[in-house]
């Protein structure tokens, strides 16, 4: 069963078109992806399926209902975490929870106990009182999708969620993105962070507003991306990337850390030939060998390197 049903969905300032004519599904209590680079459209895309921006063109049925014909409905059934948290930074935790509660109509009951399930989750429980704007970003930020969800709705929309907090909070994040998802809970989530679209069901990447590809992580993997994908690892990377650049057979590069990834013309297959090329411009390679292309290598692929944050 679809959540989220997009069509066409089109939106202009002025002459400027921010998101050109795009359509997808999310199904039901899937983790769905939206990635693209800064400025590609994803914020402008979640706030018209929920309902906060009319579209220009096209529509979108988000749980039942047209964000273009009767968009306060949509906000009634939706959760939503926007790029700035959402929350109030001079309120005391409970207030935020309290406000939230407030806006969706929760009861007396059902707030105060959908406020101990926020706590929970958000590691706050008995400081309720504490500041909001004094928490750490990796707590505020699970106390904002607590925020979001507190009236239980069928769908959250994130919006990088994850931006500008600490590895170990990330990972943290997901797993409770992860137990949404796992209660039933459609999870439509925009980030930059490539790894995280491996966490993914369903991704679709938008460039410049336009859909460019969409699939699970596999199938990213294996449609988009022809060419083989050699690994080589060096003390010297900047130089071994100079060289291989050059070379005929080398379509694309990019450095993972002391790692090259190039991506070759489809009928090479020849390691000794990069080993000997390295050899004779003085570089010493410490291993070589061909690997599955991650999303990171298919993006840089349909993006270019300069989109890639
Ligand atoms: N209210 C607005 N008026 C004019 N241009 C806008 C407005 N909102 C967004 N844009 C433009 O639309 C493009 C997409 O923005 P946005 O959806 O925020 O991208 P993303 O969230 O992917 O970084 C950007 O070029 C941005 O400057
Ligand atoms: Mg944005």
Redesign the pocket.
């Known amino acids: 069963m679809n959540s989220i049903e997009v069509k066409n969905l089109t939106k202009k ?2 002459d ?1 078109v ?2 050109d004519n795009i359509s997808f599904n999310v199904k039901q209590a899937e983790i769905f992806g939206f990635l ?10 979640i706030r018209m399926l929920c309902g906060i921006l009319e579209p220009t063109f096209g529509d979108a049925v988000v749980g039942g209902c047209s964000v273009a014909k009767n968009p306060d409905s949509v906000k009634q059934n939706i959760g939503y975490m926007s ?1 700035r948290f959402s929350l109030y930074n001079d309120l005391a935790v409970g207030e935020n929870l309290d406000f939230f509660g407030g806006v969706y109509g929760l009861s007396n009951q059902k707030l105060n106990e959908r406020k101990k399930w926020v706590l929970k989750i958000a590691n706050l429980e008995g400081k309720e009182n504490l500041l909001t704007g004094s928490l750490p970003g990796g707590i505020k930020q699970r106390l904002a999708l607590g925020a979001a969800v507190i009236h239980q709705p069928d769908i959250v929309f994130l ?2 969620p994850t931006s500008g907090v600490d590895p170990i909070s990330r990972r943290n994040f997901w797993e409770l993105i992860n137990e949404l998802s796992s209660e039933g809970t459609t999870v439509f989530v ?1 980030t930059h962070y490539l790894e995280e679209a491996e966490f993914c069901n369903n991704i679709i990447l ?1 460039d410049a ?1 336009r859909l460019i590809a969409e699939g699970n992580p596999k199938q990213l993997k294996t449609d988009y991306l022809k060419n083989s994908i050699y690994e080589i690892e060096s003390d010297r990377v900047i130089e071994a990337l100079e060289l291989l650049e050059k070379q005929n057979f080398v379509v694309e590069t990019s450095i993972f850390g002391n790692n090259i990834h190039i991506s070759v013309e489809e009928k090479f297959n020849d390691l000794s030939r990069i080993n000997k090329l390295c050899e004779e411009g003085g570089i010493t390679i410490k291993r070589i060998n061909k690997i599955v292309p991650t999303l990171e290598d298919v993006f840089i692929h349909l993006l270019g390197n300069e989109k890639i944050l």
């Not at 693209?36 to 895309?45: H, P, R, V």
């Open positions: 300032f002025g400027f921010s998101v693209g680079a800064n400025g590609a459209g994803k914020s402008t895309t790029q919006d990088e925009t938008i507003g």
